[in-house]
């Protein structure tokens, strides 16, 4: 009689070891998981990227709810569409009045030089739509000069010298892709400046496959 009670007195002891050594797998596969180096860059990103949208988004309130912006999140970047007509004049890379204040509110979110924690890369994108400029003796001779003109122009004014929150021009890059890349059947959505601001310092996100 005895014997049995012993017997079933190391069973519980037996599950209770079990038990603890399942719960011990299961933290190091959790933390494992957690702890590798992609799975820690992910989680940096999402912070980062949150981070920036909220700022972005009480500063653009107005208009993110008029739709003269939009701003669409990725996995590592914000991706962030101007409409041309609050930017330039019909057939210009000229950045009007508007599109400077609008833009000099943008380039106060991005962090200078020597406190640059967040952004790694912001690449610039100049849109248009397919109607053909009707001056092709000058530059720009065609929307393939417009786009890329515009997107420079943007670049430009971003990284001014002149002002107090200076960034890295190696931040940036700038490139016109004509009409070759619309987004709609209304050329109205078509004419735009993209601004995706990206938060990985991985190369191939960089390249558009993130």
Known sequence: MKMQEQEFSVWPLMIDMLTSLLI??????????ILRPENLEQKLVEIRRA???E?????????????????????????ITFSDRILFGSGSFQLNPQGAAILGRFRNLIPSNAKNKIINFIQVEGHTDPNRISNSFTFPVD????????????????IDTNNKNQVLPSLFSANGFGQFQPVSKDDNKNRRIEI???????????????
């Open 24 to 33: 011990i797998i299961i933290l190091f596969n959790f933390f494992d998981e």
């Open 143 to 158: 929307n393939w000069d417009l786009s890329a003109a515009r997107a420079i122009a943007v670049v430009r004014f971003l």
């Open 55 to 79: 700022e972005f988004t009480a500063s653009f309130n107005e208009e993110l709810r008029s739709n003269k912006i939009q701003i669409d999140s990725k996995f590592d970047y914000l991706q």
């Open 51 to 53: 981070q920036f949208l």
């Open 196 to 210: 995706k601001v990206y938060f990985s310092d991985k190369q191939s996100t960089i390249n558009g496959q993130g």
